[in-house]
T-cell receptor, first 117, second 113 residues
Framework: GAVVSQHPSWVICKSGTSVKIECRSL??????MFWYRQFPKQSLMLMAT?????????EQGVEKDKFLINHASLTLSTLTVTSAHPEDSSFYIC?????????????FGEGSRLTVL | GNSVTQMEGPVTLSEEAFLTINCTYT??????LFWYVQYPGEGLQLLLK?????DKGSNKGFEATYRKETTSFHLEKGSVQVSDSAVYFC????????????FGKGTLLTVNP
């Protein structure tokens, strides 16, 4: 099956620093990638939709200057948490939709756990 | 807007027990419905899906039927195994060119030997 890989799988950083998380589709081209945030015992909350070569579309309540998303190629999207604070600590998950997709054919990365001290 | 409500966990069963995880939804139009599974330390994987009313999705012994009249998509398995221990998410996609998924909160299933 199609593989989506996230890196790093976990990261600890100091408050005020920026952290970049990568999402790669390893064996297919992804025209669209999605970034989610998952709190403990909560659902995945969609943060933004990222289309290759264009600006990301953010969901209501998500600060685009805080969570910078870049989808520079058909196999890579990055999420940068800028000036991270402890409340940004969470599990971030990406998913990718192949070019030749069928309804709901999304492939998910393993997730990246961010802890801000 | 779209929403998904699923049974709160955690659910703890003995091996070979019958499993039901309830899921109901609210959506405009005719959504596609999905169950995703997240095994410990792994990303979400599509377990099964149904794209129209009365469709039954099935995979690995799990089944769910798209019930438009009750706006439900309950997940069932006749005999669970220890290896089924995971978090299960119900989700919907309201279609169009944007494959955004709306997820339920997830239900943690633990199966004991």
């Amino acid at each position: 099956g199609a593989v989506v890989s996230q890196h790093p799988s976990w990261v600890i950083c100091k408050s005020g620093t920026s952290v970049k998380i990568e999402c790669r589709s390893l064996d297919f081209q992804a025209t669209t990638m999605f970034w989610y945030r998952q709190f403990p015992k909560q659902s995945l909350m969609l943060m933004a939709t990222s289309n290759e070569g264009s600006k990301a579309t953010y969901e209501q309540g998500v600060e685009k200057d805080k969570f910078l998303i870049n989808h520079a190629s058909l196999t890579l999207s990055t999420l940068t948490v800028t000036s991270a604070h402890p409340e940004d600590s969470s599990f971030y998950i990406c998913s990718a939709s192949p070019r030749t997709r069928r309804a709901g054919e999304l492939f998910f990365g393993e997730g990246s756990r961010l802890t801000v001290l | 807007g779209n929403s998904v409500t699923q049974m709160e966990g955690p659910v703890t069963l003995s091996e070979e027990a019958f499993l039901t995880i309830n899921c109901t939804y609210t959506a405009t139009g005719y959504p596609s419905l999905f169950w995703y599974v997240q095994y410990p330390g792994e990303g979400l994987q599509l377990l099964l899906k149904a794209t129209k009313a009365d469709d039954k999705g099935s995979n690995k012994g799990f089944e769910a039927t798209y019930r438009k009249e009750t706006t439900s998509f309950h997940l069932e398995k006749g005999s669970v195994q220890v290896s089924d221990s995971a978090v299960y998410f119900c989700a919907l996609n309201s279609g169009g060119s944007n494959y955004k998924l709306t997820f339920g909160k997830g239900t943690l299933l633990t199966v004991n030997p």
